[in-house]
């Protein structure tokens, strides 16, 4: 299974964008998709996740309310559309999957993932 994660680019503070993880395989039905981001000399940090069946989401302290994340059944795809953007955004954003399901409370763990993408870096100038 393949993630590819794009849509990262450089953005004036207070900008927007919209990133977007496509799956190879429609195998997230029962599971977890979300994105995870690395600022430099800094650790990865939880964004957000959404549940395949029935679309329930999460979202770290620092993005609730400026970022939303989405997804598309048909396209097997997953979108995050980050509002408000601020410099202590800039990361590269990595989205991730799991197959099975996975307690809300274990939502924001990294090492509950099965599947990686690449990465796309945002950059947010001051």
């Known amino acids: 299974v393949q993630l590819q994660a794009s849509g990262g680019g450089l953005v004036q503070a207070g900008g927007s964008l919209r990133l977007s993880c496509a799956a190879s395989?429609?195998?997230?039905?029962?599971?977890?998709m979300g994105w995870f981001r690395q600022a430099p000399g800094k650790e990865r940090e939880f964004v957000t996740a959404i549940r395949w069946n029935g679309g329930d989401t999460t979202y770290g302290d620092s993005v609730k309310g400026r970022f939303t994340i989405s997804r598309d059944n048909d396209k097997n795809t997953i979108y995050l559309q980050m509002n408000s953007l601020k410099p202590e955004d800039t990361a590269v954003y990595h989205c991730?999957?799991?197959?099975?399901?996975?307690?809300?409370?274990?939502?924001?763990?990294?090492?509950?993932?099965?599947?990686w993408g690449q990465g796309t870096l945002v950059t947010v100038s001051s």
């Open positions: 395989e429609r195998i997230f039905s029962r599971g977890v």
């Open positions: 991730a999957g799991r197959r099975n399901r996975l307690i809300s409370s274990a939502l924001g763990q990294a090492v509950q993932y099965d599947y």
